[in-house]
């Protein structure tokens, strides 16, 4: 056989099993998708363990920029509030930080791009399988925590976005995600305002989206409009930690 149609072969062989496996993940109680929340836990201990918790993702340089950051998923928010706020340039927009935290703030966007900035040009990785390098420029996450003084008890930062995924399941709700807090001080994590030299643009998140390198584009929330610490994810969505994973997709999408 030769190797095309042994992979072609193999490809409908496989597939033929997990399209039923497929249709069970979405199911809440099916032990497919229970054997896969185990799996990814155990994913998610492996990496912990093999990663030092500041390992950086790898950072290339601009001529390695060969391609404009193609824009996913949401790209034009339509909701008022989002709308308003493109209107006015994001004059009034705060950015809060809420929850397990000492001091909640409110961060307009100056105040943001007044502070320690870093500049990072990495590679998006995206679950169905395209990758864009880009440049990104953004207030390390570390920093605005630190400032809200994060309580000891909290042991994850969850964004809330803007734009509202129509969907059939749930009714409307507005994209989530979230992250851990190892993740969330990483070094190359950063509230990002700007790309590729210019301001963000709506397409890609505008006014910040967060930038997690170590992990699958899905897990890197734009459009954000809070954080909130917690220490607790069931309250949120429909308890998988993001949008996405409400949806079967893996908690920790680490790459
Ligand atoms: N708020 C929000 N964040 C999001 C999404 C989205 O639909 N809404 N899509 C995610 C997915 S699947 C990807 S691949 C990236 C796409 O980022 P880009 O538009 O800058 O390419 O954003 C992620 N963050
Ligand atoms: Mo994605």
């Known amino acids: 056989m030769n190797r095309r149609r042994f992979l072609t072969g193999a490809a409908v062989a496989s597939s033929l099993p997990l399209a ?12 497919v998708r229970r054997f896969l929340l185990r799996a990814n836990d155990w994913t ?3 990496q912990r363990l093999m990663l030092g918790s500041d390992q950086l993702a790898r950072e ?11 824009p996913n998923g949401s790209t034009n928010p339509q909701a008022s509030d989002y709308l308003r706020h493109v209107a006015e340039g994001f004059r009034d927009y705060r950015l809060s930080i809420r929850g397990m935290v000492a001091r909640p703030l409110a961060f307009s966007l100056d105040e943001l791009r007044n502070m320690p900035a870093r500049t990072q040009i990495t590679r998006h990785d995206c679950v169905e399988g395209w990758s864009c390098v880009a440049e ?11 400032e809200a003084s994060v309580l000891p008890q909290a042991r994850y930062a969850v964004f809330s976005c803007f734009d509202v995924m129509e969907n059939s399941f749930t009714g409307p709700i507005r994209y989530y995600e979230s ?3 190892l993740d969330a001080r990483h070094p190359q994590t950063i509230l990002a305002y700007g790309m590729n030299g210019t301001a ?14 170590r992990q699958l584009g899905y897990k890197m929330a734009k459009y954000i409009e809070a954080i909130t610490l917690t220490d607790d994810l069931s309250g949120f969505g429909e308890g998988q930690g993001g949008y996405w994973e409400d949806r079967g997709y893996e908690w920790f999408a680490g790459i």
């Open 20 to 31: 039923g496996c497929f249709d069970a993940v979405g199911q809440r109680d099916s032990d």
């Open 44 to 46: 998610y201990r492996v």
């Open 60 to 70: 290339f340089s601009r001529s390695e920029i060969r391609q404009p950051m193609r």
């Open 136 to 146: 990104w420029t953004g207030t390390p996450l570390a920093l605005v925590l630190d």
């Open 179 to 181: 992250i851990d807090l």
């Open 200 to 213: 963000l643009p709506v397409a890609n998140g505008a006014p910040l989206r967060v930038r997690v390198e």
